[in-house]
């Protein structure tokens, strides 16, 4: 490619409303899913990195970002299967017959049920960050990690909504604010913090939604029955990391690489360089 790469901004129908997405770059396909809460902006570092060799496309996930919220039969809850689904309508409007999938965190459980449910559409998976909670885990966090911010006429729900968003780079989980749970990561620039703000502010009810399906996603279940190669990445200091490396070892093939850490300067760069290794020696 010559010149700057720049990222367009496009909506297809999926079978759920209207998905939002970046694209960007020429060559093989290779669509990346964000982490919760956010949207595909977060991805914009590692898209420009991959850009000069492939063509990819980054969705913000149903009820995150700028994607309409599944409306689901008798109000139901979408869980996993219904966001592959809406990867699989994004392909059919893009025309994309198969793909490499990249996922970070609740992008990477979507990664692996698409490559599950649709196997002749996935070149390669690459989870970054997997996430394999106990029981325990997944009743409190579907309790409290992902809370609802509903609009006030007092507008608390604005500094709800930044606390939020702010402490998830200094706590794991986010709502335990003691020496035990600090995160040595620091937190983000002021940018970055208003961008992931505004992000949750565009859903603030049905962000949740994706999150609550990745808490109860059985990944050491199903990672075994993904059939195409397998790759976890494990960002320095992420919490999830030994549930990456556990559930990697399920897989057929599957293998662990570092990368630094979210965020961090390089990141982008050092995560597509990874990546790319990976699909020069994988690809089918």
């Not at 700028?66 to 699989?88: E, I, W």
């Not at 402490?167 to 961008?195: I, K, M, V």
Request: negative net charge; hydrophobic residues 40%.
């Amino acid at each position: 490619m010559s010149g700057p790469v720049r990222i367009r901004r496009g909506f297809a129908d999926g079978p759920h409303g209207q998905i939002h997405y970046r694209r960007a770059g020429q060559g093989a396909p290779i669509l990346l899913f964000h982490a919760s809460p956010a949207s595909s902006k977060q991805l914009e570092p590692v898209m420009l990195a991959l850009a000069d060799r492939f063509d990819v496309i980054a969705p913000d996930t149903p009820g995150n970002g700028d994607s309409d919220a599944p409306a689901l039969p008798g109000g139901r809850r979408p869980q996993m299967a219904d966001y592959a689904a809406n990867v699989l309508a994004l392909m059919d409007a893009l025309e994309v017959a198969t793909s490499h999938l990249y996922g970070s965190h609740t992008g990477a459980a979507i990664a692996a049920e698409t490559a599950i449910l649709a196997p002749d559409r996935a070149s390669s998976v690459v989870m970054d960050g997997v996430a394999a909670f106990t029981p325990e885990q997944q009743a409190e966090y579907l309790a409290r990690y992902a809370p609802a911010f509903p609009p006030t006429l007092e507008g608390d729900y604005l500094q709800r909504a930044f606390m939020f968003c702010r402490d998830q780079y200094s706590f794991f989980p986010w709502y335990s604010r003691d020496a035990a749970h600090r995160r040595p990561t620091g937190l983000p620039s002021p940018q970055r913090l208003h961008e992931l703000v505004l992000d949750v502010l565009k859903a603030p009810e049905t962000y949740p939604w994706a999150y609550h399906a990745a808490f109860v996603y059985p990944i050491l279940e199903r990672i075994g029955l993904i059939r195409c190669p397998v790759l976890g990445l494990i960002g320095a200091n992420d919490p999830l990391g030994d549930d990456t490396r556990r559930a990697l070892a399920l897989a057929p093939h599957g293998q662990c690489r570092e990368t630094p850490a979210f965020g961090a300067e390089g990141y982008g760069p050092a995560v597509a360089a990874v990546i790319k290794a990976f699909l020069a020696t994988s690809s089918r």
